[in-house]
DNA sequence: TCACATTTGTCCGTATGTATC
DNA sequence: AGATACATACGGACAAATGTG
């Protein structure tokens, strides 16, 4: 798109805190470091690459940023190779979100569609500890109503987990990162015990016809669901489509 | 998921650079800040938040790489808005592809899957912008191959500005992600002239049945296409299968 | 064209907080 | 509890880049 990954890029452009981040980057991707390992103090990074701290910090804050490294503060402490990055990505996206660069009609439009497809991938592929995790989280999620609490990470958890059982790492992803911006949603808006409720019920229908290996039954089941759930939502839909919700589109580059 | 958006969350525990982006993010989210709005100098930050360049710094390379401001030195140079937070997430995409956390088999099988749904939407809510800048982009990719050029930038735009004729800021930035990746593994096996073509002349044909309005031969024409791609990367999907491809999912939190 | 002011980029010295041993 | 090691943070200084007059 932007002049970016072309041919003739930039030789000497680069700042040092971004070839620092870069070289470290490419270690990782050569599995030279590995998750786990512990990266040289700050000090002895200056020292190693030939650059201040502060260009070291920088670098740090790009790697942490990005989900390489974690950085731990005092003895023995110092940046270790984390591999977070998966979460990072969710992160950005709940901030694109909430930048209104996407509609809430958007993301559940989008998130019917996609889980889906996803659950006609579970079927075939999904196995006895996926089964187990999955009733786990519905029967926790129902003792919570039993109890009138809302079970909103639970509910979560449970589509997440249904990605996870596809297999199919960019699924899961996609879901985890839709999931995200839903939690983000949900938790402004707070839902009531009986929505929570209706729910977990559903999430009880779809697990046992997927047990029971009946895949219209459940795929029927997830868009009676989804679209449920899209019908609880609509007001705020229509809220945000009055206050003229997506705007963005305006600056070119 | 972790311990992050819940109440009684860390009072002091931030570093001064966390709280320093979180505040000039929340001036963004309220509108108050806005794309090409400049940004005071690093010194005078420094001095409005009573801290000093350094960690002024740190905040402002987190702000950069998570896509909301771009820096320019020299006189009158400076941070400003720029508000390109999507392109950063398909970057941290690849990251991740490149990490080895997705296979290309499960790229390629999501894929599919993806592009499929989105052509469903596309048939409904295409318009003739979104025709003609299709129609260009093939001719485009015509004249390189009939200059025996490979096409592989035109031909990887063509699927992202199908996915922006969805009207669906979620698929395209699903579909612009997955392109990304894409775009990365091609540059490093080169496909041929003879590959080229065969994909400008699928995206012709599924062209010209979305203009006919005939939805079920657009749809098997993509998914006839995407088959053949897919296909064509068999060899490498299987040796990336041998070479042990996808390992990750060891470390645990 | 040529200085000049502005601003980022970078380095150094130093001090402080904090976690580990 | 004390020593150690480390990140965190401040302030001063200079170089490099870049737009302006």
New interface residues.
């Given amino acids: ?2 002049a970016d ?1 072309n041919l003739f890029s930039p030789i000497k452009n680069r700042r040092a ?1 971004e070839e620092v981040s870069l070289k470290i ?1 490419a270690l ?2 050569d599995g030279i470091l590995k ?2 390992d512990k990266l040289p103090s700050e000090t002895d990074l200056a020292r190693q690459f030939n650059v201040g701290r ?1 260009t070291i ?2 670098a740090l ?2 790697l942490e ?4 490294i974690t950085v731990h503060k005092g003895g023995s402490g110092g940046p270790i190779i ?2 977070t ?5 969710s992160a ?2 709940l ?2 979100f ?2 209104k ?3 809430l009609m ?2 559940t ?2 998130r019917l ?2 889980e889906r ?1 996803v659950l006609n ?1 579970v079927m075939d592929s999904i196995d006895d500890s996926d089964i187990k995790s999955l009733q786990e989280s519905v029967n926790r999620a129902k003792k919570k109503i039993e109890n009138n609490i809302i079970a909103t990470e639970e509910n979560l958890q449970f589509h997440k987990l249904l990605a996870k059982a596809s297999k ?4 899961v ?2 879901v985890e990162t ?1 999931m995200a911006a839903v ?2 949603f949900l ?1 402004r808006i707070r839902p009531d015990v009986e929505t929570s409720n209706n729910v977990v019920e559903y999430h009880e229908q779809i697990l046992r016809a997927i047990v029971e290996k009946k895949r219209e039954k459940a795929l029927n089941l997830l868009e009676e669901h989804l679209l449920e759930v899209r019908r609880r939502l609509q007001p705020f839909i229509d809220q945000e489509e009055r206050a003229g919700g ?1 705007e ?1 589109d ?2 070119k580059g």
Same sequence: chains 1, 2.
Avoid at 65 to 68: D, V
Avoid at 168 to 171: E, G, I
């Fill in positions: 798109m932007d990954n805190f980057k990782i991707f998750p786990g502060q910090r920088e804050r790009i940023l990005s989900g390489f984390k591999d990055i998966l979460n990072t990505i950005l996206f901030d694109a909430r930048m660069k996407m509609s958007e993301l439009v989008a569609e996609i497809v991938y199919n790492h960019v699924f992803l996609i839709i939690a983000d938790s997506k963005g305006k600056q």
